[in-house]
């Protein structure tokens, strides 16, 4: 690679956008363009590590007699921390390298909104953005109805294509083409699992949400004994030490069951919800899918869970000093943290933009 060589006279004389990178020959030294002015680049880049998670997927909503929802999906998992895994299996991606003065856009991804009733899928959680960088949200948690998702005419009246994402939504049970679910985004998360393959009051309830590190849990029913009520289990999160403790995050929602025993959420995703309650809301800023919910009569209406918020975690060294704006003055709420060598900044809400 041989930059374009200018001196400082010539450079000065140029229409230059930011990211621009010269070599200075009046200078001997490599220069990037910033939006403003010229910065010699060299010790004040920032080889940064990150994590970024979207918002988990809201479990699917429930009413009627034995009618449980499925766990919806956690939201996409993306990291370059050395020694740690992406979602989906996949390794970490490359850092980020900056420069001083270079400015990056960041916006946390809300969780879904877990549905409200057995018509009621729950929504999709939000992407969340680091720059380049895209996490995609959770794939919701789908219901035991099938005309709630159109299944008789077209296949998405009601928004099924919403099961797909950063990990796929689970499916609820009674729906009589319940051989697939909701697919993960390669590099950030996987699939959901289907509940009973026909409305069958003697079988699995309920499917559960894929995790960043995981599947959910999928048993065939001829598994199942008769009178079994379980909900399947969500997917497993993927762990970071990038904060200095390891912290599971972007686990899937359980699935929902109408007897005793739901289907379980980990790293920051819901339990699914049994015999006539809500599914359990995702953990914020960590993307966890809600669980699904669950009804045992002809009266009761309950909500699924809603997903958890996404977060972003950027790590550089910290002889660098702090980021020149850090956002909290133009829309996200950020802390500031040290582990050993390193400075940390956790962003949990809004959008702005931070300047290294």
């Known amino acids: 690679l041989?930059?374009?060589?200018?001196?400082?006279?010539q450079r000065d004389a140029l229409t230059s956008a930011a990211g621009d990178i010269i070599y200075n020959s009046t200078d001997s030294k490599v220069q990037v363009y910033n939006g403003?002015?010229?910065?010699?680049?060299?010790?004040?880049?920032?080889?940064?590590?990150?994590?970024?998670i979207a918002g988990g997927g809201g479990g699917g909503g429930a009413s009627g007699?034995?009618?449980?929802?499925?766990?919806?999906?956690?939201?996409?998992?993306?990291?370059?921390?050395?020694?740690?895994n992406s979602g989906g299996g996949d390794s970490a991606v490359d850092k980020f390298i900056a420069v001083k003065g270079t400015q990056v856009t960041i916006s946390i991804g809300a969780g879904g909104a877990g549905g409200a009733n057995n018509n009621s899928m729950g929504s999709k959680g939000t992407k969340t953005i680091f720059g380049s960088i895209t996490a995609a949200g959770g794939g919701a948690g789908m219901v035991g109805n099938d005309s709630a998702r159109g299944e008789s005419g077209s296949d998405d009246i009601f928004g099924e294509a919403a099961q797909h994402g950063?990990?796929?939504?689970?499916?609820?049970?009674?729906?009589?083409n319940n051989t697939e679910s909701g697919v993960g985004?390669?590099?950030?998360?996987?699939?959901?699992?289907?509940?009973?393959?026909?409305?069958?009051?003697?079988?699995?309830?309920?499917?559960?949400?894929?995790?960043?590190?995981?599947e959910a849990e999928f048993v065939a029913q001829a598994s199942y004994p008769t009178g079994s009520t379980e909900g399947a289990n969500g997917g497993s999160g993927v762990t970071s030490s990038i904060t200095g403790s390891a912290v599971g995050r972007a686990g899937g929602g359980g699935g929902g069951s109408y007897?005793?025993?739901?289907?379980?959420?980990?790293?920051g995703g819901g339990t699914g919800a049994n015999n006539n309650s809500a599914g359990n809301a995702g953990t914020a800023n960590t993307g966890g899918g809600g669980g699904g919910a669950a009804t045992n009569d002809s009266?009761?209406?309950?909500?699924g869970g809603n997903g958890?918020?996404?977060?972003?975690?950027?790590?550089?060294d910290s002889s660098l000093g702090t980021l020149a704006n850090d956002g909290s003055s133009g829309g996200l709420t950020v802390s500031t943290s040290t582990s050993g060598s390193k400075r940390i900044y956790e962003f949990t809400a809004g959008t702005g933009t931070i300047t290294f």
């Open 65 to 84: 007699t034995k009618k449980p929802a499925g766990g919806a999906g956690a939201g996409g998992y993306i990291s370059s921390v050395t020694g740690e």
């Open 259 to 267: 007897g005793n025993n739901p289907g379980t959420g980990s790293d």
């Open 299 to 303: 009266v009761t209406t309950v909500a």
């Open 308 to 316: 958890g918020s996404g977060v972003v975690i950027i790590s550089y």
């Open 185 to 214: 985004t390669p590099g950030q998360g996987h699939r959901g699992s289907r509940g009973a393959s026909t409305w069958n009051y003697n079988a699995v309830s309920s499917g559960g949400g894929g995790g960043a590190g995981s």
């Open 2 to 9: 041989n930059l374009k060589s200018y001196t400082t006279t």
């Open 166 to 176: 950063g990990s796929g939504g689970g499916k609820g049970n009674g729906y009589t």
């Open 36 to 52: 403003s002015s010229w910065s010699d680049l060299g010790t004040t880049a920032f080889t940064t590590e990150f994590v970024v």
